[in-house]
């Protein structure tokens, strides 16, 4: 019922920036909720960013100051705009979304594909 495409992840050196999106697509009647989490290797999934319907932002303690979460409504997409990257950030950076649903108005959650990003010199 809803799709997410994910797209900006790459190669960066230390020091450098990046800006993630995530578009959603489908039978969508609103986007409550939305946020980014990360993953790096033998590490568990955390939270990066969340924001809400009125751009209400929260942010894990490790990127306050450096990114920032927005999102345009009107395409329901969100956006992360990492800058001052550390080799530290490096992980698989996953959105995710809570969707009311156009047909049903019912809530669900829906995680994106991931989207890799090194920090590197």
């Known amino acids: 019922q809803v799709q997410l495409v994910e797209s900006g992840g790459g190669l960066v050196q230390p020091g450098g920036s990046l800006r993630l999106s995530c578009a959603a697509s489908g039978s969508i009647r609103s986007i409550p909720v939305a946020g980014w989490y990360r993953q790096a290797p033998g590490k568990e999934r955390e939270l990066v960013a969340t924001i809400s319907s009125i751009s209400t932002t929260n942010y894990g303690d490790s990127v306050k100051g450096r990114f920032t979460i927005s999102r345009d409504n009107a395409k329901n997409t969100v956006y992360l705009q990492m800058n001052t990257l550390k080799p530290e950030d490096t992980a698989v950076y996953y959105c995710?979304?809570?969707?009311?649903?156009?047909?049903?108005?019912?809530?669900?959650?829906?995680w994106g594909q991931g989207t890799q990003v090194t920090v590197s010199s």
């Open positions: 995710n979304v809570e969707v009311l649903i156009m047909t049903t108005m019912t809530r669900k959650y829906y």
